[in-house]
């Protein structure tokens, strides 16, 4: 049997080893330690492996599901670095009050949003995965409802040889990871959900170094299936197998046709009766390894002033 390799630089190179999150025992709204997507929690960087802090009460305990893997992997594999951020204590200090109130319109959150004044504190840091995406020697990390500026000075401190870029997208009210959002396919390329634009301040580095921003098509739903309390945008939810090569939701047909005329060959999968487990294709998967090393994607911004 073939022993395990961690390596992990980015969201494209040929993917080789993948953790696919289980549905089995799932409850909503959770009553049990068993969750499905494992991107949320895990962020794989290079050979290490590190576990987030979660900000979200109902999940702080799921880490342990991974803890049989990780113990696995660091048996078979001599260069793997299991990590944890600290975990948060999650008491009252982080999250201001009433924010999620029903009383609330998406007016008064969309003007929260463009102030970057969201639910979450800067208590503690706090920080999921999955608001975390790979490009080589950076890490771009969305601040919004699941990260905080503290998390991201965090990670900053955590990965001293990597630039990580804070992104936050004024359109969405409700910011909850960024792989609905913003959706990396190969070097010089990413998917832009068009209701929440990049903002043009903080376009310039990809715009410096050759990369090409596109709207990402129209879902094929109008609203998500029952139980979901994601919005139809995991339509972009994608999983990258590699530069040439993605799997897109089966009925979501306007996100395959553009990844057609994009030039990538298009594999079909059935999971959107899975969503309210806890999202799409990307959201439950987890990187253990892929084909390639770190490099430089942003040359520019290693350019001395």
Known sequence: MQKTIVNSWNEWDPLRHVIVGRADDCHIPPRSLRWMPPRDVLLTVGSEMLEATMSYRCRWF????YRPLM??????????RHESAPKPRLTDADYHP????EKIGDAKRLAW??????VTTEEEPLFDAADVLRFGRDLVVQHGFTTNLKGIEWLRRHFPDHRVHTVNFPGDPYPIHIDATFTPLRPGLILNNPHRRLPDDQ??????????IVDAATPAHNTPPPLCYSSPWLSMNL?????????????EVYQAEQMDKL??????????????????????????YRAGKCEDY????????
Not at 242 to 250: L, S
């Open 298 to 305: 942003f040359p520019s911004l290693s350019i001395l002033p």
């Open 71 to 80: 113990q696995q992997y660091f048996d078979e594999d001599p260069n793997f």
């Open 203 to 212: 376009r310039k580095m990809y715009t410096d170094n050759g990369w090409e």
């Open 113 to 118: 949003a463009a102030k970057k004044f969201f």
């Open 62 to 65: 799921e880490y342990l599901n």
């Open 98 to 101: 009433d924010y999620l109130s």
């Open 239 to 251: 999983l990258v197998l590699d530069p040439k090569t993605v799997y897109v939701e089966k009925s």
């Open 263 to 288: 030039g990538m060959e298009v594999v079909e999968v059935e999971l959107r009766d899975a969503y309210a487990f806890g999202g799409g294709l990307h959201c439950c998967t987890a990187d253990v």
